[in-house]
DNA sequence: GTTTTTGCACTGACCAGTCAGTTCAATTTG
DNA sequence: CAAATTGAACTGACTGGTCAGTGCAAAAAC
């Protein structure tokens, strides 16, 4: 069954909906499956692009049938779908987690900033796939994941977001910055430069880029040390 | 073979030309061709991707039939490439631009670094689908226009990098300061904060943008205004 | 005995690139 | 001048190949 939506054919799930993408909980041998899947797709996606990524490859990668693809997913779009909310949402918590801890120990917004951009160059250096293919695709109009993208980001930024407020309030920042385009811009700070590091100067330490971000967000390119 | 008018050599386009890809001359009618296939190409390429785009819809876009494309260049794949260093092209020239215009202008180099960010944002908003298909297309690996892209992204990079050596020279930047990867995070700054504001807030003006870019340049963040 | 995976043949759509033929503006010829 | 000629530019039907997704019987895992 299925359902045209401007233009779009969307398969409706009816009924059944076994395990759904949110995959939940489920076996541990399907999560393993499904694990192998991403780890592949990850990878091959991030070299060549979505569409120039078979669906026979990533079985191959994965070391598993082409049946298995679909009996775990319910097609290519989807697959990586799941593989994007999954993604943000590891680097989500991730933000969070360094934000928080933060605060718990009782650092600045500033501190929290900084160690924001520590947790999401760890990420980078963690994930340099995933991350180079979201960033691939997260201002491209017109695909079937547009909405998950925008939802999946905003979660992301928001968490920005809200430091440069608290701190706002605290007056710890001038009031005159702009919420929004100033989390964007921190955040493609250190996307970009994380992303060059990684693929022009991978002999560089994380330190070393992190301290070099340090330097940015706190004012200290001009002047002395 | 050439002819000269008024003191002037000028080329004359006889017979043959072959033309090569550079495409220096070459006739009107074909450039104007060209020309049409840049436009249509970058904006199908920038919403779908490269492998998504098909050579037919670039062809029904820009009002010519497929054979045409491949009259005018060797394949899709060199197409994109002369598409890529068209742009980037344009937009080094545009950074170079601000770097003299300040320089002449007696500013500093902050205001060299202010004034490329403009030129940055000036770029983006005329060009949104190029700077979109750019950065989606940059970290990828195992691309067939993957040494044109890093020959490209360099000569781009590098006028940054070429301000902030001068302002460490000039003693205006502490000497402590990464220039490769400072420079690579100054760009990043201004690419997302600009493909987010126009993704996401299309309403705000360029002023806007570049107010908050700024500030965040000069470390005026943290702190009164 | 139920769920999951396998292996593999098959289909129908789609697409990069080709090529024989057409158009047309500029040039040459009578 | 006009007719004939030239060749670069363009056309679009066609080809050979690729790939997402299907179907299913048998095996493996749990």
Request: hydrophobic share 45%; no cysteine.
């Amino acid at each position: 069954m299925s359902v045209r939506i401007s233009g779009e054919t969307v398969p409706v799930t009816i009924g059944a909906m076994e395990s759904s993408s949110t995959t939940p909980g489920g076996s541990s041998r399907r999560e393993a499956t499904r694990q192998k899947l991403y780890e592949a797709a990850v990878t091959l996606i991030a070299e060549q692009g979505f569409s120039a990524t078979t669906v026979d490859e990533i079985a191959e990668r994965a070391g598993v049938a082409k049946g298995t693809v679909y009996y775990n997913f319910a097609s290519k779009s989807v697959l990586f779908e799941e593989l994007l909310r999954h993604g943000v949402g590891l680097l989500t918590a991730s933000l969070r987690e360094a934000a928080e801890r933060t605060a718990r120990e009782g650092g600045t917004r500033v501190d929290a900033l900084d160690a924001m951009i520590r947790a999401g160059l760890v990420f980078i250096d963690r994930y340099p796939a995933f991350t180079q293919l979201y960033v691939a695709e997260l201002w491209r109009t017109n695909r079937a994941w547009q909405s998950t993208l925008m939802v999946v980001r905003q979660e992301a930024v928001a968490v920005v977001e809200g430091v440069l407020r608290e701190g706002i309030e605290g007056g710890e920042f001038s009031d005159e910055i702009d919420v929004p385009l100033t989390a964007a811009a921190l955040v493609g700070m250190v996307l970009v430069a994380a992303l060059d590091w990684q693929s022009f100067q991978p002999e560089r330490s994380l330190d070393d880029v992190h301290s070099a971000l340090s330097r940015l967000l706190q004012g200290r390119v001009s002047g002395r040390p």
